[in-house]
Structure formats: structure tokens, C-alpha cells
């Protein structure tokens, strides 16, 4: 939704990042309102899943330029946790597996330290199963992933489902979705939708990172922009995805090169 | 160190052993049968003929004794009166038999012995010479001292061990709980296990080694099982000495018809720890699965050396072992998988796996296979490596410190060979002190 006056929440400008010496993002800009969806499409290599870990903090990747603000602050000169204790939240491509340690445990450790952060009240175990029932409920995940260990042996519905109950969870305020929407089935997709669009609110913002329009038939966004080569080279409204669905991404490519020429 | 100088020290750590091979006092020098006596002079024969080894040596390339040879050990003088007390945070609830030995001394006080027809859970000195006189054909038959000092030393000291004897077709519900404990630093003790599961017989043991105090003493350790046909046995091996001791152990395991085995063996303590653990297919059809952990820091060594031997057909064996090293400590695992000719359809699988937790850690890992004949099933492989950048950036992006993020990434590496300890309240102990154990590694 897009709220009149709404304050900005992130301000990305000129960003520039390489990893092992390969520069991957070539000066991007991005600004994100509070309230708003935004969805970043964009062909293999493009840059946007390292534009999603970049601003997450990923150490494997190198900031060589530009400047990223969060809520006012920079964001960049912060630790991977003290961004996702600032707000910032990853949604995971490929949510890795730790088998020996309890799903239920690493939820209430994370959900725990935000809390802390926060000035709000831990949770006991207990507490904390009552509350971590109630959004599987959302996400329709059997309360047996409390059990088993993080991620071992989830199918890949399964761990992008853990993920948005992640996000219940810790409720940030900028949601990064890579990728999401890969692997999942249709019944899986709706019903990961349906969790995004119930924590959608006018004080958070929702990134969807994603190669497909299909997601984007349920979850509307507000601006839809399209990557190359480590940029943004165009925003435009939800239709644009409907566009490039038809017509592929040579056409805006050619003519953001012919813009540049 | 030049090679003189090694050989002179040696050769003084030697000495100072066979001077320790005098009976303590207040232990009344037990009137041992003559089998025992003759087994011992034989021990004490090869004990002459045989010296310390040194990194010139292939099975103890990686593993200089150097800091052994440099304190002096004494056998135990005046035995130390532990009450109940004083081991009650040690024992486990669900072992209902204990044997108790306090710096290589039995402790009556302490222990539950169960000396029934047929079901031994005793000590050899506290047996009648009937009972005694069946475990001729197993005591030190199975480890054999010809060509290894550490054992032939135990051999040679040996006036107790612990005995337990599980009849044909009988099953224990509860594990038994063997406890050797230091606490006397400067102490050189040789603690004994014999281990014999009657056919079709089950059994949980706990082989456990701790110490009361934080000094440097000497733990000289041998255990012998043998599994008749058919048995089940499970053994936990818990080395959780003091960092400054030298733990020196053998174990062997003998396997027969159709016998199931599983061990799971945690190194946790020691200056130097040793383990030799072999596992002998003696015959058709017999199962081992071996884990274990290491889990060392500081300036810890922690060296197993295994042998799987598939002597005879159809046998399977499956080995996991994993260490976790920190600071300037260092691992070593030698697995070796010997199928000798005519053990047709083994199925073998070993696997090390390898956490450095500092830039200074180091493992030294070599599996070994080799194999006499050709309808077999053999995998093995080996990693070493820190804990992984991307599981370590998941759980920070989740808001976790660093440090939280590397503990419990550690531990997990930890839990999946813990998680096989067969008794809850163990498993629960161990979990706590991985957890503490990685906090803080740098």
C-alpha cells in the first residue's frame, strides 16, 4: 500500500559492491517507504540477490562504494545481527539446514535477542511455544518442525515456510524476500503469500526479490524494478511486471542502453 | 630436542614406570591365581623389551611424548577415603550398577556390585577364585601386550579390574556405570575393564574417567569385550580428565556371531590423550558402528588410532568420528579398515569430520584401507574445516552475536555423535559442556 507523507525507511544511493574482486553492484539506488511493496526483477546475474545479502550484511561481499540508510542511520557500518536487531530481515534463497540444534530453540533465541534489543520482554519456553503455535497456525506448518532440527530434511516448501514464520516472529521493519517464491508448489506459494500479506503493515516495508511474475499475482507491489547488470534501470508499476512477463528483459536493456548512449 | 636427549629422557620415564609396579599400601596384595600370576611375568617380560615410543614410530607420528617423559609418576601411596558425597554429582540415575575406582583402587563404599550366579558386575579381586577362573580364557587375550608398552605396563601392574560378565540370554535393563576417578595429582594408576556379554546377552556400559582435582597424574587404561554370538552390547567411552593428565588407553573389541556392537567415545580432557580402539570380526555376520568425539583446546592432544578388522564374511562396521580443536590444541584420528581375504559382502563405511576452531588448531586425520578381497562394499572420507560463512551469516541475520552464532554451530558439529549416548542424563551432562566447552573459543 502506498501511504501518503509516509516516512522513508530505506535510502540506497549509488551502491557499489564486489565479491572476490568481481564488482556485482555497479551504483544502485533504491528508495524504500514505509507502507510500501516493492518487487526487484531482473535476469540471472543481474545483482539481486547480492543486493538482498548485501544489505543484510553478508561478510563475503565488499561495499566499494555508495551509501545505504536505514531509518535515518547508515546501515552499512553495522554487524549482520545488529541490522537484523535494527530491523532488517532476510527471507533466504536457500535456508541452510543445522542439524543438533532444535528449530524451537533457534526461534527462541532469535526472537529473544530482537526482543531484548527492543526493550520488550524475553519469553520462557513455554511462553514462547504459545506464541510460536500461533503463527505456524498462519504459515499451516504442523507444530512437529518445532522438533527437529533447524531445517534438516524440510522439504523446500518447508524451509521457505520456516522462514516466513521466522518473520512473524521477529517483525521487522524491511522485509527482503529472495527468491521466495522458487521451488513452491501453488498451494505452498498461496500460502506463503497469505503470511506476507497478513505481516504487510503501513510502518514495515516488503522487498520481493524474484524472477516471476507469478508471486506478484499474490503479493501486489507497489513499484516494480527492473536489474541489469548490478543497477536499477527501470521502476515502474505492478503492470511493468506483466510486461516484462511478455516480452522478456532484452527490450529494457537495450533501451536503457540506448538511454546511456 | 636432539635424539640423545630424547632417548635419556625416555628411558627415565621408563625406569620411574616399572618402580610404580609395587603394590600400594593398605591394598592387600590379593592372592591371585597362578594364571594371573604367569599372564603378568609374561606382561612384564615384553614391559623390558619394549620402550617408549617416539614420532620415528608410524602409529605415533603425530603424538610426541616429550611432556610425558618429563614428570615423574609414583604408584598410589595412602588411598583416598571418598564418601558417597563426594562423587554424588557424577553419578547418572539411570545406572542403578556402579563400580567404583578411586586412583586405580576399588572403592567397595562407592560401588554396587552384583556378584549373582553367572552375572558378574564385580571387581576381579573381590571374586571367587571359581568366578575368577572363567575369565582366564578373556583377560589379556584380547589386548594384546607383545608389542605395545602401554598395555604390557597395565598387564604387569594388574591386581584388580573391573569384571562384568553378562550370562546367555540376559538382558540388563539399566547400563552399568564404571567410574575411574583421580584425585590425587602425581598418580600413576592402571585401571582394568573386562567385558564379557554371554551369547544373546545385552548390555549398556559406561566406561568413565574423571578426576577430582585439576593436576598432572597418569591414567594407563585397558578394556577387553568380547560379545558371544548374537550379544548386543553398547559402550560409552567418557574420557573427561583433568587438561593436565596423560591418558593412555586401549580398547579392544572382540566380535562374535551375528554380535552387534556400538561405542561412542568422547575425548574431552587430557594434556595427551591415546586411544587404540579395535574392533575384531572374529566371525560371520557381526555389526560395529564406532563414534566419537574430541572435543580439545588450549594445548590439548587428542589421539585415536582405530582398527576395524573384518576377519570373517557378511560383516558390517559404520564409523563416524568427528573432533572440534581450538586454540593451539591438536587431533589426530588414524582409522584403519582391514577386510582380509575371504570376508566376502563387508559393508564398510568411515568417516572423520573435522571443525578448526582457531588458525593455530590442527588435525592431523588419516584413514586407512585396505582390503584382501573383492566382493566388498568400502567407503571412507575424510574433511577438515572452520565452521561455514554462510551457516554463520543465517544465524546472525537472525539477530545473533557472533560468538552465539559460532557456540551453537559448534555444538551442533558436537550433538549429532552425543546424540548416540544411549542415557539421557549423560547426554544432557555432555551437551552442557560442549556448550560451555565452545564459549569463549577465540
Known amino acids: ?261 | 630436542m636432539s635424539n640423545s636427549s630424547t632417548l635419556a629422557t625416555d628411558a627415565g620415564i621408563f625406569e620411574r614406570l616399572l618402580a610404580g609396579l609395587t603394590l600400594p599400601p593398605g591394598s592387600a596384595a590379593p592372592s591371585q591365581p597362578d594364571w594371573l600370576k604367569t599372564l603378568r611375568s609374561q606382561a612384564l617380560e615384553h614391559v623390558s623389551g619394549l620402550t617408549l615410543p617416539s614420532t620415528h614410530d608410524e602409529a605415533w607420528r603425530f603424538t610426541p611424548l616429550a611432556k610425558f617423559s618429563s614428570p615423574s609418576f609414583q604408584p598410589l601411596r595412602a588411598p583416598s577415603p571418598l564418601q558417597a558425597d563426594d562423587i554424588a554429582h557424577l553419578t547418572l540415575p539411570e545406572a542403578t550398577t556402579r563400580l567404583v575406582f578411586v586412583d586405580g583402587l576399588y572403592a567397595p563404599q562407592l560401588s554396587s556390585a552384583s556378584l549373582q550366579a553367572g552375572l558378574v558386575l564385580g571387581n576381579l579381586a573381590g571374586l571367587t577364585s571359581a568366578q575368577a577362573s572363567t575369565l582366564e580364557a578373556h583377560l589379556g587375550q584380547h589386548a594384546s601386550f607383545q608389542d605395545t608398552l602401554f598395555t604390557a605396563v597395565n598387564t604387569a601392574f594388574l591386581q584388580d579390574a573391573a569384571v562384568l560378565v553378562v550370562p546367555r540370554d540376559s538382558a540388563l535393563a539399566a547400563p552399568v556405570h564404571v567410574l575411574f576417578i583421580s584425585t590425587q595429582p602425581g598418580v600413576a594408576s592402571h585401571p582394568r575393564l573386562l567385558l564379557v556379554a554371554g551369547a544373546a546377552s545385552q548390555l549398556t556400559v559406561i566406561e568413565d574417567y574423571v578426576a577430582l582435582h585439576a593436576g598432572s597424574y597418569f591414567t594407563n587404561a585397558v578394556a577387553e569385550v568380547v560379545l558371544q554370538a548374537n550379544a548386543q552390547v553398547t559402550q560409552v567411552r567418557l574420557q573427561r580428565e583433568s587438561t593436565q593428565a596423560f591418558h593412555m588407553a586401549s580398547c579392544a573389541v572382540s566380535l562374535g556371531t551375528a554380535s552387534r556392537y556400538q561405542s561412542v567415545s568422547i575425548s574431552l580432557g587430557a594434556q595427551i590423550s591415546r586411544l587404540d580402539l579395535s574392533a575384531r570380526h572374529t566371525a560371520e555376520g557381526a555389526q560395529c558402528t564406532l563414534n566419537g568425539l574430541a572435543l580439545i583446546s588450549g594445548e590439548q592432544l587428542a589421539d585415536t588410532h582405530s582398527f576395524i578388522d573384518h576377519a570373517k564374511p557378511h560383516g558390517t562396521s559404520r564409523q563416524l568420528h568427528k573432533c572440534i580443536v581450538g586454540g593451539t590444541a591438536q587431533a589426530v584420528f588414524n582409522g584403519q579398515v582391514m577386510v582380509r581375504p575371504g570376508a566376502q559382502q563387508t559393508d564398510s563405511a568411515q568417516s572423520s569430520r573435522n571443525l578448526l576452531l582457531s588458525k593455530q588448531a590442527q588435525v592431523n586425520t588419516q584413514p586407512q584401507l585396505e582390503i584382501f578381497a573383492d566382493d566388498v562394499k568400502c567407503t571412507h572420507g575424510a574433511t577438515v574445516g572452520q565452521l561455514d560463512s554462510d551457516e554463520m551469516f543465517y544465524l546472525q541475520s537472525r539477530g545473533l552475536s557472533e560468538g552465539v552464532a559460532r557456540n551453537l554451530l559448534t555444538y551442533a558439529f558436537g550433538a549429532e555423535i552425543i546424540n548416540h549416548i544411549p542415557v539421557a542424563s549423560l547426554r544432557q551432562q555432555l551437551e552442557q559442556t560442549v556448550l560451555e566447552q565452545t564459549t569463549g573459543q577465540p
Do not use: C
Request: aromatic share 6%.
Open chain 1, 1 to 261: 500500500m502506498m501511504i501518503q507523507n509516509s516516512p522513508t525507511l530505506l535510502e540506497v544511493r549509488g551502491l557499489r559492491a564486489s565479491i572476490n574482486g568481481i564488482e556485482i553492484l555497479k551504483g544502485l539506488d533504491l528508495t524504500v517507504k514505509r507502507g510500501e511493496v516493492h518487487a526487484i526483477m531482473g535476469p540471472n546475474g543481474s545483482g539481486k540477490s547480492t543486493f538482498a545479502k548485501v544489505l543484510a550484511g553478508h561478510t563475503a561481499y565488499q561495499v566499494t562504494g555508495g551509501e545505504v540508510l536505514f531509518k535515518g542511520k547508515n546501515l552499512l557500518e553495522l554487524a549482520p545481527e545488529l541490522r537484523a536487531r535494527a530491523g532488517v530481515f532476510l527471507a533466504f534463497q536457500y535456508p541452510i539446514e543445522i542439524p543438533g540444534v532444535g528449530n524451537s530453540q533457534f526461534l527462541r533465541l532469535a526472537y529473544n535477542t530482537v526482543q531484548a534489543e527492543r526493550g520488550k520482554d524475553e519469553l520462557d519456553p513455554l511462553e514462547f511455544d504459545d506464541l510460536v503455535r500461533e503463527k505456524m497456525k498462519l504459515l499451516e506448518m504442523s507444530p512437529e518442525f518445532l522438533q527437529r532440527s533447524v531445517n534438516e530434511g524440510f522439504s523446500g516448501g518447508e524451509k521457505k515456510r520456516n522462514e516466513i514464520l521466522q518473520m512473524a516472529l521477529l517483525e521487522p521493519s524491511l522485509a527482503m524476500l529472495d527468491e521466495t517464491d522458487s521451488g513452491l508448489d501453488i498451494d505452498a506459494l498461496r500460502v506463503v503469500s497469505q503470511g506476507v500479506n497478513h505481516l504487510a503493515n503501513k510502518d514495515n516495508a516488503i522487498v520481493l526479490v524474484t524472477h516471476y511474475q507469478r508471486l506478484l499475482n499474490y503479493i501486489v507491489p507497489d513499484y516494480v524494478h527492473v536489474m541489469s547488470a548490478g543497477r536499477i534501470i527501470r521502476t515502474g508499476g505492478k503492470e511493468l511486471a506483466l510486461e516484462l512477463e511478455e516480452r522478456g528483459y532484452d527490450w529494457i536493456e537495450a533501451e536503457a542502453a540506448g538511454a546511456l548512449a
